[in-house]
């Protein structure tokens, strides 16, 4: 079983930054992608970015230009920096993996708000 935990998550007034981490209980390396995901109140779970363990990234529209997302494999963890942020970006972020095998794990979720 995979265990992800997420962290830094909180408050931010608009045009601040903030860099959420997601620490995985094993290597980074037995996973095929990680990434974030997000979901608003009142909406749909939604891609943020991933990052595959060759190091390609991709990004929602929304994300692009403002978020960059990285891994760390020494400490089994994934970055989401957060530059530029609106309050349109309030939501629980969620990291996810999915393994070589192809089963998906998520975390807890971490609460972002963004005040206007």
């Known amino acids: 079983q995979v265990q992800l935990v997420e962290s830094g998550g909180g408050l931010v007034q608009a045009g601040e930054s903030l860099t959420l981490s997601c620490t995985a209980s094993?290597?980074?390396?037995?996973?095929?992608?990680m990434g974030w995901y997000r979901q608003a109140p009142g909406k749909q779970r939604e891609l943020v970015a991933t990052?595959?363990?060759?190091?390609?990234?991709t990004y929602a529209d929304s994300a692009k230009g403002r978020f960059t997302i990285s891994r760390d494999n020494a400490k089994n963890t994934v970055n989401l920096q957060m530059n530029s942020l609106k309050p349109e970006d309030t939501a629980v972020y969620y990291c996810y993996t999915q393994d070589i095998v192809y089963n998906q794990y998520w975390g807890q979720g971490t609460q972002l708000t963004v005040s206007s």
């Open positions: 990052i595959t363990n060759g190091g390609s990234t």
């Open positions: 094993r290597s980074l390396f037995r996973f095929r992608v």
